[in-house]
């Protein structure tokens, strides 16, 4: 029997349900058999797990999943796709389709209601609303072991970014906080039907049980690398003052600045996580 995920039945079930591919969802079904190998591997599923799919299409990567899996929910927000979900699926016990839209979903009841401890995410996000998704769910603190997802290369990226580099921002040090990413795939864009206009990776983001870093504040230091990265061309200590209310003068904030050690200069780029941890702590002290 032909996989789902090949090309030619990708094309077969499209024609056949005359399937309409919405841009605005950021339809692209993934055809490539070495990726799809290598996002199952590096999801690390095995016969115990409960795997939570966003996105599933018309599920090339659950049939795969279920392979592996003890159960897999497919979360599907494009009601359209349900009926040839359940059509493809109807043979299977493991696999239970929602039709829900993932960034309104308790992914904790979920996990308690099938009677586990954790779940694992595989996805093929959306590329418009990628990073909401990703600061979602890191930021729900569902008991998620890990998130294994295909991304926008650009995002990815972002994500894997070091300071002081053009794409070091706020998402880099977002994700860092709660997860460790691991790039698993680098994935041409002919890898899709159809084919989107940029490359993409996967990456595998293993949830942290606690922060890297220890903070007095947590609220406050996402207020000072949001801040960081919204004027970045502006010195931190002038983002400081324009955007936050901390009650405190740039002398003030120089002067916390040289008892840390950092230049009155500095840029949030050339800060790390840790850097950020130890400004935000001395500003509460």
């Known amino acids: 029997m032909e996989l789902i995920s090949t090309h030619s039945k990708t094309l077969e079930i499209i024609k056949k349900y005359n399937f309409h591919i ?40 659950t049939e795969r999943l279920a392979s592996q899996a003890r159960h897999v929910i497919a979360i599907e927000i494009d009601k359209s796709l349900i009926p040839i979900l359940e059509d493809n699926f109807s043979e299977y016990s493991n696999i239970e389709i929602l039709n829900q839209d993932i960034l309104k ?40 072991e890990s998130m294994t997802i295909m991304i926008q290369k650009e995002v990815g990226q972002r994500i894997k970014a070091a300071a002081g580099t053009k794409d070091y921002g706020a998402l880099t040090l977002g994700v860092a906080y709660r997860a460790h990413a691991e790039l698993i795939a680098n994935v041409p864009r002919n890898s899709f039907v159809p084919r989107p206009n ?31 990265f919204e004027q970045r061309r502006k010195t931190l200590i002038n983002c400081l003052f324009n955007l936050l209310d901390l009650g405190l003068s740039k002398e003030e904030l120089a002067v916390l600045f040289n008892k840390r050690g950092f230049d009155a200069n500095v840029r949030g780029e050339d800060l790390t996580l840790s850097d950020f941890a130890e400004l935000a702590n001395v500003i509460v002290e």
Request: hydrophobic share 45%; proline share 5%; aromatic share 4%.
């Open 22 to 61: 919405k841009k605005g969802y950021g339809q692209n079904f993934l055809t490539d058999q070495h990726v799809i190998n290598k996002i199952i591997a590096g999801a690390n599923v095995d016969e115990t797990d409960l795997v939570i799919e966003i996105g599933p299409g018309i599920g090339g990567l």
């Open 105 to 144: 979903t308790n992914i904790s009841d979920i996990i308690a209601e099938h009677g586990a401890k954790s779940a694992k995410i595989v996805a093929n996000l959306p590329y418009y609303i990628t990073t909401p998704i990703i600061m979602d769910i890191l930021e729900s603190k569902a008991p998620i």
């Open 198 to 228: 940029v490359d993409s990776v996967v990456l595998r983001l293993d949830v942290l049980k606690e922060p890297p870093i220890s903070v007095h504040d947590e609220t406050l230091l996402f207020k000072i690398i949001k801040a960081a």
